[in-house]
């Protein structure tokens, strides 16, 4: 059976009220490219029952950072910092498709990262990256279930900031906590239990551009903030994976020591990486060919749009 001309949007409700009041600008321009071409576009409630009833149902299916359930559903994730988004097969940042590509920095000309990196470091920081210095603590941004060994981790996020202040005893190390994670009564007082042993240690909410402004380096498992601390020129250890892992010291490659030595030499081309995983990469949502960038991602996850 050919699939339908149809799009259902599965969203929860601030951005189900914002696409059906045309204020969502992506999944609207997806909406328009759509309609165009004779399709019939529903905006729908997001639920766990809504997205199982969607396999069932003949058309295409679009989420919202949650899991593709089927052959015909795919989801879209904002890429980091608006305007960018990505539509992918898997709502798994490390299994995205900039995740599986090469980054040659050769292919990507200086100037013209330099140009777009410099625009964005004032706009998303406000100065804060022209101001840097590299003698501060090393810094670890934490997400959330810190007591948890997670798939896609090398070890837990609390293993991961003792294996950071043992391995650097003499140098400070902040862990600045999400600020908007509930933390748990465990995981604070798993986290007071390393700060008062190892007194290199030190705890913050918040704080990521005055942290990145100072750090010497970034250790996290997926963190954004690992990637905008390449606003900041500050190299990066990884110990989950990620779609943004192609400069980063890999824990799953190359072991922690080894990764925690290498980090502190590496000088990855940081402007030429974020012009290629952002403007060759994505879907810049107020070029003026995003509609052309919404057809080929589509195409090329195979959904029949012409």
Known sequence: MPVAKILRVYLDPEPLQR???GKFNFVNKIALVLEKRGFRVEYRKNSDLERLASAARNGYSLFLMDDPLHANALTMRRSYFYPFWR??????RWEFEVSKKVFDPSEVDPDTAKAWADKWRRWLFQGAASHVTKDGP???P???RLLSHRSFQAVSPIEMVEQVATRFPDIPVLVGLHPSEAYTQAENEALETLRARQSNLAVTTGEMKQALTACRFVVSQNSSAALFGYFF???TVLFGRIDFHHIAANVHDLGAQEAFDAVQTMAPEFDRY???????????????????QILRTLRKRGWQVD
């Not at 107020?286 to 052309?292: I, L, R, S």
């Open 233 to 235: 020129a500050k190299p």
């Open 87 to 92: 539509i992918e097969a898997s709502s798994k």
């Open 142 to 144: 934490l997400q959330g």
């Open 138 to 140: 090393i810094y670890v």
């Open 274 to 292: 974020l012009y290629w995983f952002t403007m060759l990469n994505a879907i810049r949502a107020d070029a003026e060919d995003c509609e052309g």
């Open 19 to 21: 696409a059906r009041q």
